[in-house]
């Protein structure tokens, strides 16, 4: 056995699939939401849906499935369940009994691929850090462990913790980077336990651990206002080691040693990285001419266009270095999508001082870019439906039920989730970059839209949290949007009047629709909030500047405060708030305008949409390079053509920026946790 997925995919086989077309899987432990496994059983020509509500259900089912074998038709279904074997009663009757009949009720579980380790510790890691627990186990046959040998094992084995190795504030310090950096995220007990561990021999008592350890965005807070002191001791050494250390030095929010190793070596190699990728924001405490030529140069600030052109450059380098592989996996993709988000927002801040050799370079390599995420969106695009919503959401679809999980057990939690529509990951970065707040920080990260990446469908499967499949007959308008939020929510247990929704109308004065923010916070009863906000859609599709011009305007919305008062606000009713996007958008040229007349449901400039396959082709054989979008997820007579790369249906000559297609500004979008730091 060379992976821990090979028994699972073993119960797959194309022989199976000849003579099998329905299976159900009593999958307890959310295996088949792992991505490898997704994929392996769809390349065995295996569909798979997830049982969670009965009425969904039944609708896929008979839309996707039954009318195709009643056609005469074949296609293999596998049901997941999320329940022990012994709960499978709760499957329809008639899928039970043809599922028995063919002998395809199979169970997978942690506990048999791990039967030494506690398969609740295990229950709460990534999927994708199976694969670490399964090469541990191989080499090292650990004996059968308890709850708290089997933690240890997974600190050391797993994430490379070894508590008792962290003797120095570099050791500690080179672990937290190691982590944060990567964006990786540790299940709470996990971090429990280790900071058990780490309190246990008192040599860290006077370090904010409850903090820095768990929080990403802390520790980040936590380096980024020392971080000055270290510049200031570098510039002048001499001074600074005859200045004595107040008792409450220097107003840190956070306690502990302002004196840090940045200089360590297994320190310093991050710096520059956190700078380069805006993790950290520069200081003028010194001026930049007293560092020139240190490697701590990069974390002071100088003149802004020549410290943003330098930036860039380091950008593209870093990006280029470490171009994705053919064996990239999504969240690899995310990771790459956020650094170009940093890229083009400081590239478009540049506009036409961007040096020509830095633009042609950038040029470049949004092109190859763009080319291999189209190319990987159509192998593996099928499959982010089906992953897991924790430890952090995949698609746009899974945010609610990420915002649902631990509200039902907290009474007093509130939670917002603020969804500005069109907002693209460089637009959300040059958005923070303008809204600095002593009162909050960030914790970001990325999620995948729905293809093809319209407001109707993509916001729409938001507040509905299901793929647009379910909505079919209102995916051409937002209208029931509040209708899905409710619905949502109701089923996670919470009352009518516990949920709200609120949507900025067209031409909405940001300062009125704040006060019917304000009037919906207000309300005591108000657990769980949707603040759709339209500022940034309406630029967009107003813009006649092209995209530099959209972001100018997009910074200047931020200086104005709207969104800064908005988040301020929710966090001082309580709420928890959560940000994030339907879609981004692009800069398109003009390819020609289809003659297509009442025969597309949807006209876009980056995409028409069809509702029968003839028409679509003809049309893609006018417009050679164009994509016609495979339909996982969607209605089956929704059929999308896509614009090709950075091109739109709109006459030869003309630009505009748009969206519905698939390049990675469209398709991955912020999803960011707003946190209080005071």
């Given amino acids: 056995m060379t992976s821990w997925r090979d028994p699972i995919l073993a119960h797959f086989t194309p022989e199976i699939a000849a003579v099998a077309r329905l299976t159900i899987v009593a999958d307890p432990d959310q295996l088949l939401t792992e991505a490898g496994i997704i994929e392996g059983i769809r390349l065995r020509s295996f569909e798979v849906i997830s049982f969670e509500d009965h009425a969904a259900f039944r609708y896929a089912y008979e839309q996707r499935f039954r009318r195709v074998w009643d056609a005469g038709d074949a296609t293999n279904l596998v049901v997941v369940l999320r329940a022990p074997r012994a709960e499978l009663d709760w499957l329809p009757f008639d899928l039970l009994q043809e599922a028995k009949r063919e002998s395809r009720l199979l169970s997978f579980s942690l506990a048999e691929l791990f039967p030494n380790l506690q398969p609740h510790v295990l229950a709460e890691l990534d999927r994708h850090d199976l694969d670490a627990v399964f090469d541990a186990q191989r080499a090292h046959a650990p004996e059968q462990l308890g709850v708290n040998a089997t933690r240890d094992f997974i600190l050391r084995q797993v994430y490379e913790v070894a508590p008792e190795l962290l003797k120095t504030p570099s050791d500690l310090l080179r672990v937290l980077l190691r982590r944060h950096y990567s964006g990786r995220v540790f299940p709470p007990s996990l971090d429990e336990h280790l900071l058990r561990v780490l309190r246990a021999g008192g040599r860290w008592n006077a370090w904010p651990l409850d903090q820095i350890v768990p929080s990403?965005?802390?520790?980040?807070?936590?380096?980024q206002e020392r971080w000055p002191l270290f510049v200031k001791r570098k510039a002048s050494p001499a001074s600074s080691s005859r200045v004595a250390e107040p008792e409450e030095p220097y107003g840190l929010r956070y306690p502990g040693p302002t004196d840090l190793p940045f200089d360590h070596d297994d320190v310093r190699v991050y710096i520059d990285n956190l700078f380069v990728d805006g993790l950290l924001a520069p200081t003028d405490a010194v001026p930049k001419t007293s560092v020139e030529g240190t490697w701590y140069e990069v974390g002071v600030g100088g003149d802004e266009a020549s410290d943003k052109v330098g930036r860039v450059g380091k950008l593209l380098d870093r990006m280029s270095a470490q171009f994705p592989s053919e064996s990239a996996d999504h969240q690899e993709w995310l990771q790459v999508a956020q650094r170009w988000g940093e890229a083009l927002a400081v590239r478009w801040s540049l506009s036409s001082t961007l040096p020509e050799a830095v633009r042609d370079a950038f040029d470049l390599l949004?092109?190859?870019?763009?080319?291999?995420?189209?190319?990987?969106?159509?192998?593996?695009?099928?499959?982010?439906?089906?992953?897991?919503?924790?430890?952090?959401?995949?698609?746009?679809?899974?945010?609610?039920?990420?915002?649902?999980?631990?509200?039902?057990s907290a009474r007093s939690l509130r939670r917002a989730l603020v969804v500005v529509d069109g907002l693209s990951l460089d637009q959300w970065a040059a958005l923070r970059q303008e809204t600095p707040s002593a009162r909050w920080s960030t914790d970001e990260g990325a999620v995948f839209a729905w293809v093809p990446t319209l407001t109707s469908v993509s916001r729409q499967s938001i507040f509905a949290a299901d793929p647009p499949f379910f909505f079919a007959p209102s995916i051409e308008t937002t209208g029931k949007e509040e209708q899905h939020w409710t619905r949502f929510w109701e089923e996670q247990g919470l009352k009518k009047t516990e949920v709200a929704y609120l949507c900025q109308k067209s031409q909405e004065r940001d300062d009125a629709y704040l006060e019917r923010v304000r009037e919906q916070v207000d309300q005591p009863r108000c657990r769980v909030l949707a603040v759709v906000v339209g500022t940034v859609d309406q630029m967009l599709h107003g813009v006649v500047t092209g995209i530099d011009g959209l972001h100018a305007s997009i910074r200047h919305w931020a200086q104005r405060g709207a969104l800064s008062a908005l988040i301020d606000l929710l966090l001082d009713g309580d709420f928890e708030v959560s940000l994030t996007a339907d879609h981004g958008n692009v800069e398109g040229h003009g390819i020609g305008k289809p003659n297509v007349g009442v025969t597309a449901e949807e006209r876009g400039e980056r995409v028409h949409v069809f509702r029968d396959e003839r028409t679509r082709n003809s049309v893609a054989h006018q417009y050679p390079g164009t994509i016609p979008w495979q339909n996982d997820g969607l209605p089956s007579d929704y059929l999308p053509l896509i614009a090709p790369d950075r091109r739109a249906f709109i006459p030869p000559g003309k630009q505009t920026v748009a969206h519905g297609g698939v390049c990675i500004e469209e398709v991955i979008v912020p999803f960011v946790r707003i946190v209080r730091t005071m």
Avoid: I, N, T
């Fill in 216 to 223: 990403r965005a802390c520790f980040l807070e936590f380096l």
């Fill in 366 to 408: 949004h092109g190859r870019l763009e080319a291999v995420f189209e190319e990987w969106l159509r192998l593996h695009y099928a499959a982010l439906s089906s992953l897991a919503f924790l430890p952090r959401p995949v698609m746009v679809h899974h945010v609610p039920r990420f915002l649902a999980h631990g509200l039902s």
